[in-house]
């Protein structure tokens, strides 16, 4: 079975600061990754996905994440946050396999103050 | 195009009732998937339809159900209510059934009281 892990269940940070939000994931068979984000009282939004190929993904909002297979790792990153980066944000996993469901973690919530 | 639409937004109900949840996919979608995402938890899966079969299930009670129609619309049925039920309910919806192009809905907050 798989799992994920997010290291931080919350994470303040100063407006154009870096940030990193860290996810270790659990499986004995290869899987996709994938960083939601989700804004007050509304539904997810993917930021960025690993498929398979270079192990560096961008996303959307000048996020990226590495995957690390050796240490099951998928952290997600972005050089200069913002206010409206004020977010929760999810790390999830699943099989390339039609029935397979998305697996999430507990989420990391992103606080951005000036 | 439209996304996910999910109806309704909010709903409250008492212990016992049932409740049936609604999700219309993105055009050309063909299959839909069901989670609960309870509050300060990530989401939690509860079922897949494609063509309208059932193609996965997650660990959830069997007073859970759903079906997905012909034009690919989804209802989900709650019945016999519990406190514990309370969240939001997100669908999502997918062009094959593959999870790495699900796209979600904005989700349906129940409150059982």
């Known amino acids: 079975a798989q799992s994920v892990t997010q290291l931080d269940s919350q994470v303040p940070v100063f407006e154009e600061a870096p940030v990193e939000l860290r996810c270790n994931y659990s499986s004995s068979v290869s899987v996709y990754l994938f960083w939601y984000v989700q804004y007050p009282n509304q539904g997810l939004q993917l930021l960025l996905k690993y498929l398979s190929g270079s192990t560096l993904v961008k996303g959307i909002n000048g996020f990226e994440a590495e995957f690390n297979k050796s240490q099951t790792s998928f952290h997600l990153r972005k050089p200069s946050v913002h206010i409206s980066d004020t977010a929760e944000y999810f790390c999830a996993v699943t099989l390339n396999q039609a029935g397979t469901a998305l697996i999430f973690g507990k989420g990391t919530t992103l606080s951005v103050s000036s | 195009d439209a996304g996910v639409t999910q109806s309704p937004t909010h709903l409250i109900k008492t212990r016992g009732q049932h409740v049936t949840l609604r999700c219309s996919p993105i055009?050309?979608?063909?299959?839909v998937s069901w989670y609960q995402q309870v509050l300060g938890q990530g989401p939690q899966f509860i079922f897949q339809y494609y063509e309208k079969e059932e193609r996965g299930r997650g660990n959830f009670p069997d007073r859970f159900s759903a079906r997905q129609f012909p034009n690919y619309s989804s209802e989900l049925n709650v019945n016999a209510l519990l406190l514990g039920d309370s969240a939001l309910y997100l669908c999502?919806?997918?062009?094959?059934?593959?999870?790495?192009?699900?796209?979600f809905g904005p989700g349906t907050r129940l409150t059982v009281t």
């Open positions: 055009s050309g979608h063909k299959s």
């Open positions: 999502a919806s997918s062009p094959s059934g593959l999870d790495y192009e699900q796209y």
